[in-house]
C-alpha cells in the first residue's frame, strides 16, 4: 500500500471503543480548548456579520453558529466557527505537523455531527484521525517560506474528519483525501503580518471545502491519484516527503509501546498570540516573576529566536491581529500588563505609549539552528537590559503548554473559562467543562453545541 492507502486504513480502523484512555482525554481537552477559542472569537464585530450572514444563508439550517443564537447549515457553520476560532490567536497546534490540526478539524466535524444528530463518541472519533492525518500531511510538508500552513492541508483534515463521520469505505475516504488536497488553500503570511483579517478565513475555507471534498465524492467527482504530492510537491511547499506522513503509523496500533497518536502531542498556546513570539515571551515571563520585574526598570530587550522572526519585528503595529505578529508588540505588553492574554493585544492596549515606548527597545536576532519543531535545542534567548547597567537573562527551548512541557489540565480549563465566561457566563463556563469531559456520553452532540451560544 501506498501512503494515502495507509493512511486511509488508519481512518477506517479508527474506533473509539479502540482508542487509549490517554487518547480520548486529549481528544476532550483539545475540544474544549478549540470551543473557547471559537466562542471568544465569536465576540468580534466581523464575526458577528459573518454569523448573521452565514444564518441568512441557510436559515433552516441545523448547525450551530457558535457564540451565536442563529444556526446555518454544516458549510456555513464550520465556515463561520473556523474563521471565529483563530481570530484571537488562542487555538493550539502541532509542533509536529507545523500547523493548527483542530481548528482544521472540529469545527467541519462540529457541524457535521450536529446536523446528523450523532453521538459524541463517533465526533471524538472523527476528531482524532482527522488530526492524525491532518498532523502528518503537514509534517511532510516544508511549505514555502511564504506559505501560511494555516488551512492549507486544513482540507484535507476536515475531509477526513466527515468522511469518518460517514463510516466511508478506506477507498472513499482516499478519494475524498485526493479531492480535497486539490481545493488546498495557497495562502500567505502576508495578511497576518500586516493585520488583514482575511487571513482568520484560512481555516474557514478549508474547513467548507473539506466538507464539500466528501459531498463531491458522492457525486461521482474524481480526484488525482495521489493529490498531496502534487499540490504540496510543486506548489505551496519547497517538498513534500510522503514518507514522512505514515512514519509510525502502524505502531498506533499496538498498545504495548505505541507510538502516541498526535492529537497527544499537541501544544496548547497559553499567550494570545502567534506561536512564533512564544519562545521569547515564556523566557520574558519567567524573568519578570522571578525578579519582580516592572517595565520602568528595563532599558532594552535583546533576543534571539527562529530565522522568520526577521519578519516579525514591527514595534508599531496597526491593528490588534497584526500586534499578535509582532515579537516586540508581544513583549513588550508583556512586561508592561504582566499579561498575554487578549487584553494584550486590544485596542486598548493600542493606545497606550508605554507599550508602544517600550516596544521601540526590543531588538530582534536571529539563529539559523532554532526551529519552532525540535524540542533538543534552544528557541529563543533573551536578555533584559536594566537601567543602571544589571542584565538578566533567559533561554526557552520548548515553552509551557506543548506536550514535552505540559500544564495542568486545570490551566486549560481555566483558559476556556476566561474566554468565555464574557459571552455565555461563568457558572455557565465551567458546566460546559463538565459536559465536554463527559463528550463521550453523549447521545447528541446538539446538546453541547446548544450551551455555545450567548
Request: glycine share 8%; net charge negative.
Amino acid at each position: 500500500m501506498d501512503y494515502l492507502d495507509r493512511l486511509a486504513a488508519f481512518v477506517t480502523a479508527t474506533r473509539f471503543d479502540d482508542l487509549p484512555v490517554s487518547t480520548v482525554a486529549a481528544a476532550k481537552l483539545v475540544l474544549l480548548d478549540t470551543l473557547g477559542a471559537i466562542v471568544a472569537g465569536s465576540a468580534m464585530d466581523e464575526n458577528g456579520e459573518l454569523a448573521r450572514f452565514a444564518a441568512a444563508r441557510a436559515p433552516q439550517g441545523a448547525a450551530t453558529l457558535l457564540g451565536h443564537r442563529g444556526r446555518s447549515d454544516a458549510f456555513w457553520a464550520a465556515l463561520t466557527n473556523a474563521t471565529a476560532g483563530v481570530a484571537l490567536e488562542v487555538d493550539e497546534g502541532s509542533r509536529l505537523g507545523g500547523g493548527h490540526p483542530a481548528i482544521h478539524v472540529i469545527p467541519g466535524a462540529l457541524a457535521v455531527a450536529e446536523e446528523r444528530r450523532l453521538d459524541g463518541r463517533r465526533l471524538l472519533e472523527s476528531i482524532v484521525a482527522g488530526y492524525e492525518v491532518g498532523s502528518r500531511i503537514g509534517g511532510a510538508t516544508t511549505a514555502r517560506a511564504n506559505v501560511h500552513s494555516h488551512g492549507t492541508w486544513g482540507t484535507i483534515s476536515t475531509a477526513v474528519a466527515v468522511a469518518k463521520l460517514s463510516a466511508a469505505s478506506a477507498d472513499t475516504v482516499r478519494a475524498s483525501m485526493n479531492l480535497a488536497a486539490s481545493m488546498s488553500p495557497a495562502n500567505t503570511w502576508t495578511p497576518a503580518l500586516d493585520g488583514a483579517t482575511i487571513r482568520n478565513l484560512y481555516p474557514g475555507r478549508s474547513a467548507f471545502q473539506g466538507i464539500l471534498a466528501v459531498e463531491l465524492e458522492r457525486c461521482g467527482f474524481t480526484g488525482l491519484g495521489d493529490a498531496p504530492s502534487d499540490v504540496y510537491g510543486t506548489i505551496l511547499a519547497d517538498r513534500f516527503e510522503p514518507e514522512l506522513a505514515v512514519s509510525g503509523l502502524d505502531a498506533l496500533a499496538r498498545a504495548d509501546g505505541r507510538e502516541p497518536y498526535r492529537i497527544e502531542q499537541n501544544y496548547f498556546k497559553l499567550h494570545a498570540c502567534c506561536r512564533f513570539n512564544h519562545f521569547a515571551l515564556d523566557a520574558v515571563m519567567t524573568l519578570r516573576r522571578a525578579h519582580r520585574l516592572t517595565s520602568d526598570e528595563v532599558e532594552k530587550v535583546e533576543i534571539v529566536t527562529i530565522p522568520f522572526a526577521v519578519r516579525m519585528g514591527d514595534p508599531a503595529p496597526a491593528s490588534s491581529l497584526a500586534a499578535r505578529f509582532s515579537i516586540p508588540w508581544a513583549v513588550a505588553a508583556a512586561l508592561e500588563r504582566g499579561r498575554t492574554d487578549p487584553s494584550a493585544f486590544d485596542a486598548q492596549a493600542l493606545a497606550d505609549e508605554r507599550i508602544r515606548a517600550l516596544a521601540r527597545r526590543v531588538e530582534i536576532g536571529t539563529d539559523p539552528a532554532m526551529t519552532p519543531r525540535r524540542a533538543d535545542a534552544p528557541t529563543a534567548r533573551v536578555r533584559l537590559v536594566l537601567r543602571g547597567g544589571r542584565t538578566l537573562e533567559e533561554t526557552t527551548t520548548v515553552v509551557r503548554g506543548d506536550a514535552l512541557s505540559p500544564v495542568p489540565r486545570d490551566e486549560i480549563t481555566a483558559k476556556f473559562v476566561s474566554l468565555t465566561a464574557p459571552i455565555l457566563g461563568e457558572s455557565h463556563a465551567r458546566k460546559v467543562v463538565d459536559v465536554v469531559e463527559d463528550a463521550d456520553t453523549l447521545e447528541d452532540v446538539g446538546a453541547l453545541t446548544a450551551m455555545l451560544v450567548a
